[in-house]
């Protein structure tokens, strides 16, 4: 390697540190409260002088500000935190068809406000109803003091960043709507993400399970059904960003009709709803859960079935993925459990085979809210990169 190509080696390696350390310094200030300088240099293990040279660009780039450390005695220190009018992040879900709900969180993960617009599910109506919700969200932006930093939107099938265009499998409206673009033009912000929901859920699971495990699965059955598999943090999507669209999967096919069943249509609360009430035409989800609980044979046999399906799939997917956990989600929790506790028997039939089946099944620990923090982390992160980026022009 020439003379020249090794120092501008060595000079990109020095940027990368230096760009890492002020990333890390300034996540330190949005989330701690009147943090020293101190404090940084032993947190970050880096020297006092090199925290002194990224707190002095920070506070000369309107980032954060310095005050008298409010509990201080005697000798007083100059406590850090980020510029009072940053601010605030919205994060707002369009997974369901008939409502939209969002979350305006400050910083320092608060909840601001929160609300959920209900309306009536009419197809040829969906993008109006998509744009007063963003009305409504702008009114309440208008009134806090604080500066919005970054949208996350998040969807309900695949996105594909760079057509900013969103696989409209389930709500068919959004079809050809650049869902990025729309939001960066009514809000006047660049820091827009848009998150398949599967993933911001699967996220917030792996981020707090339990270190001895570096993989994980995760299923979701309610209006629709996904998964996501997450390997030491990287959730892999596949070359175009269908691995994990497990509903997808054909479970029957007639040739003569040329028609399919599919995983989806089999387990969705929709798919078992649709078979139920060819019997029980008046009745509601919850109430076949507890009928199958209680014994009545025709809905036992319904779900048995998709219970039986499900087991045998996630058997499959282990040979595919191998993961240490599997997470089980549904948008109701009896389900999720008679899921997890159907997979569960499925597979101690299978332990004493001649290779050996072990994964640890649980049920999801996070709701809509936490999977929009976790939507509201990515987007902070992200403006921290930038804020940083920017600050060093």
């Not at 798919?271 to 109430?287: S, V």
């Amino acid at each position: 390697m020439s003379e020249k190509k090794q120092m501008a080696k060595e000079l990109l390696t020095v940027n990368d540190i230096r760009f890492h350390n002020k990333v890390n310094i300034l996540t330190d200030i949005v989330k701690s409260s009147d943090v020293t300088r101190n404090e940084l240099a032993l947190r970050n293990q880096i020297s006092i002088m090199t925290v002194k040279h990224i707190v002095d660009e920070l506070l000369q780039n309107g980032l954060i500000e310095e005050r008298t450390f409010r509990a201080a005695v005697g000798r007083k220190p100059m406590a850090l935190n980020l510029a009072e009018y940053y601010g605030n992040i919205v994060c707002i879900n369009l997974t369901c068809f008939g409502e939209i709900s969002y979350i305006i969180y400050s910083l320092k993960q608060c909840v601001l406000e929160q609300k959920k617009i209900v309306f009536r599910a009419d197809p040829k109506a969906y993008q109006e109803h998509l744009c007063d919700a963003m009305e409504q969200i702008k009114n309440s932006l208008g009134k806090l003091t604080t500066r919005t930093v970054g949208i996350a939107v998040f969807v309900p099938s695949a996105y594909y960043e760079e057509q900013d265009i969103l696989n409209p499998d389930l709500i068919t409206e959004l079809k050809g709507l650049h869902i990025k673009k729309l939001f960066v033009d009514v809000f006047g912000l660049e820091n827009v993400l848009v998150i398949h929901d599967t993933y911001a859920a699967a996220m917030s699971e792996y981020e707090n399970m339990d270190s001895n495990h570096d993989s994980q699965f995760y299923l979701y059955c309610g209006d629709g059904v996904g998964g996501c598999f997450i390997h030491k943090g990287n959730a892999v999507y596949g070359d175009d960003l269908v691995a994990g669209e497990v509903g997808k999967m054909i479970l029957a096919y007639d040739k003569k009709r040329k028609k399919t069943e599919t995983l989806e249509e089999r387990l969705s609360v929709p798919g078992i709803m649709k078979r139920i009430r060819e019997g029980f035409p008046d009745m509601e989800f919850e109430a076949a859960l507890d009928a199958y609980e209680q014994g009545e044979i025709t809905i036992r046999e319904i779900f048995d079935d998709a219970l039986d399906t499900i087991a045998r799939v996630l058997y499959n997917l282990i040979w595919v993925y191998n993961p240490t956990r599997i997470v089980i989600d549904s948008c109701y929790k009896k389900y999720g459990s008679l899921i997890k506790e159907h997979a569960e028997r499925f597979f101690e039939e299978f332990q004493n085979s001649d290779i050996s089946v072990r994964v640890q099944f649980t049920e999801a620990q996070y709701d809509e809210y936490h999977m929009m923090r976790g939507c509201m982390n990515l987007v902070l992160k992200k403006w921290i990169e930038q804020a940083v980026m920017f600050s060093a022009c």
